[in-house]
């Protein structure tokens, strides 16, 4: 509590090693006790980040959802309006569904809010991707992802650099595949540009 002329503010929030655990079932988020503080006024239009000192040291989550478990880690510390830093931390072992699987996506990134824009940097890898129905096969994924959202939390802007192994697609296969790109999202819509290099395109035709 910080104690001035008047009404006493609160100075800083400190969580010490919190626990959360949710769900994401059939396109629904919940945190069970905490739905009600956490969507509380969902149908008013946001308005961003609180002004809140946070520091917050260990934070772990587990997400269980109709594709798998994803885990979650975060440290950080300062305003949530601007000068806050930190890490966050995803790890899901395996998800799977729509006849694809996906096998260990991890997200390491360094987290900050600069004038109520929050943003999140870092690489984002995937060891492999299979869709067997669809002779789809991706390995050795890594992203190097910078994506800066809007002060009202209503959009965002990233910027990504794409790179992966080997990858095949029924009989033509390819050794591996660079691009690099910007992305924003907006009122519904996804704006993509990009530049993209595949390698050593092979199929029983041509090579």
Request: net charge positive; aromatic share 8%.
């Amino acid at each position: 509590i910080r104690y001035r002329f008047g009404f006493p503010r609160i100075g800083q929030v400190k969580l010490t090693r919190p626990r959360v655990y949710g769900s994401y079932r059939e396109g629904k988020l919940s945190f069970g006790a905490l739905d009600p503080l956490i969507f509380a006024g969902e149908e008013e239009p946001s308005q961003g980040l609180p002004d809140i000192n946070l520091a917050l040291v260990d934070g772990r989550g587990l997400l269980e959802t109709d594709f798998g478990p994803v885990g979650i880690k975060a440290d950080g510390k300062g305003n949530l309006r601007g000068g806050f830093s930190g890490i966050l931390a995803v790890s899901a072992p395996r998800l799977s569904g729509e006849g694809c699987a996906l096998s260990r996506a991890t997200l390491y990134g360094k987290v900050s809010v600069q004038r109520a824009r929050p943003r999140i940097s870092g690489p984002l890898r995937v060891a492999s991707l299979a869709c067997p129905q669809q002779q789809m096969l991706m390995r050795d994924a890594a992203v190097a992802l910078d994506v800066k959202g809007d002060a009202d939390l209503a959009g965002l802007d990233a910027k990504f650099d794409w790179a992966n192994g080997a990858m095949g697609f029924g009989q033509a296969g390819l050794s591996g595949l660079n691009g690099q790109g910007d992305a924003s999202w907006r009122n519904g819509t996804l704006a993509l540009s990009y530049d993209v290099a595949a390698r050593g395109v092979e199929s029983s035709q041509i090579a």
